[in-house]
């Protein structure tokens, strides 16, 4: 998320069982001068499934069924959906999506900075014991989870957003690396505990999770990002995040995230700046936002730039997504409608990717300011929201199929 941070605070579901059988920040930051090619070769033998080989069987039917799912259809997702809403706080069954859509999104997302400081509370108030028990709940409906890690800077102890370079200092050989490996011990620790009855087996199991660590590293507002990294930083310490929650605390319930902010003329020409290899991402994600006025040449170029991600995407065996958008307060009525289905449905690849996500709907009550980015009862663009959920394209919760059922091969 670019913003600064927050004060502690059955037609359509026919449709898409017989499918089932698969940018937007516009930043202002100047682009990094280590940018690869805005088309990386495509390789030659895309990896057939999820790059941890000791995937759960339900995180690999996930990643099948993502990958399937977006040939055909969209998920809706929206962060801390079940924790609160504009004018609520921890209520049982609300949500601002469902109660302005009639359904929950599809994709649930959820942030755990914090969990590295022992805290009992995420950087938007969230009670981590609290989250646990809302991943499970949206699970057990049959919802998709995504986790995002707002680490402080490990160097100077200030947030996020302290761009103070410090990459190297959590790398192995860095004077900070041993801290940067009991984060993530704290981190595993939180991961392992997301756990309810498998979809497959009904034995408890670990819920898997969408895991987007170091998202935006395209931009500069975040101590890692790649214009305060230098050579290959960045996709060293990707691997090395990967590499120790799959294969030191034998982490099997991840797909990773890989979500640039992608920036400069094109819109594509950083989005492989850090980019750790095949082998370490499974979703290939893009985060940008929207802010208006929306000219019609602003949905051209995004639509261009999703595209060339599910281009990507999909020559190298990965899953597309437009992993965090929005426009802030939702100042257009028609947004849904007009702008972001415009978007997603400009061409014949753009509509590919698996979901959308759109970022919180922060209180009221602990704000100066507007930070809404779903509709709630009454808002202005509730009625076109429930538009766009009419859509086809567009998938919520009560029109999901099993995402948590394997996938024969020939389906996949």
Request: glycine residues 8%.
């Amino acid at each position: 998320m670019r913003f600064t941070p927050r004060r502690a605070n059955d037609s359509r579901l026919m449709a898409a069982l017989g499918a089932f059988a698969m940018f937007a920040l516009t930043s202002a930051c100047s682009p990094s001068s280590r940018s690869a090619s805005p088309h990386p070769p495509i390789p030659a033998s895309p990896l057939e499934g999820p790059t941890d080989l000791h995937a759960t069987a339900d995180t690999r039917a996930l990643f099948f069924n993502l990958r399937r799912l977006a040939r055909e259809h969209v998920l809706f997702g929206h962060q801390d959906d079940l924790a609160y809403g504009y004018d609520w706080i921890a209520e049982p069954g609300r949500s601002d999506v469902k109660e302005s859509a009639g359904a929950y999104p599809a994709l649930y997302g959820w942030e755990v900075s914090g969990i590295e400081k022992d805290a009992p509370r995420n950087i938007d108030n969230v009670d981590f014991t609290r989250m646990r028990e809302w991943i499970a709940e949206g699970y057990r409906r049959g919802g998709v989870i995504t986790i995002s890690w707002h680490v402080g800077n490990p160097l100077t102890g200030g947030n996020a957003w302290d761009t103070t370079s410090a990459v190297t200092t959590i790398l192995p050989g860095g004077v900070r690396h041993e801290q940067f490996k009991r984060s993530l011990d704290k981190l595993a620790s939180f991961l392992a505990a997301l756990r309810a009855p498998s979809k497959l087996t009904g034995a408890d199991a670990p819920i898997p999770i969408i895991f987007r660590p170091w998202h935006e590293l395209t931009g500069g507002w975040f101590w890692w990002g790649v214009p305060h990294t230098k050579n290959d930083e960045f996709a060293r310490l990707w691997r090395f995040t990967v590499e120790y929650l799959r294969d030191v605390k034998g982490l099997h319930n991840l797909l990773y995230a890989y979500a640039p902010n992608a920036a400069g003329p094109t819109g594509v020409d950083t989005y492989m700046s850090g980019y750790p290899g095949d082998a370490y991402v499974d979703v290939l994600g893009y985060d940008r936002y929207l802010d208006p006025p929306v000219s019609a040449a602003q949905i051209q170029s995004f639509t261009r730039e999703l595209s060339w991600v599910v281009r990507q995407a999909e020559s190298r065996g990965k899953i597309p997504a437009l992993t965090e958008t929005g426009m802030t307060a939702v100042r257009d009525s028609l947004f849904w409608t007009q702008r972001l289905a415009r978007i997603v449905e400009g061409d014949s690849l753009s509509r590919r990717i698996a979901y959308v996500m759109v970022w919180r709907n922060a209180n009221r009550a602990g704000r100066t300011d507007e930070h809404f980015f779903a509709p709630y009862r009454g808002q202005q663009s509730e009625r076109d929201f429930r538009r766009f959920k009419a859509d086809p394209l567009f998938l919520f919760e009560d029109e999901l199929p099993n995402m948590y059922q394997p996938l024969p091969a020939s389906s996949r």
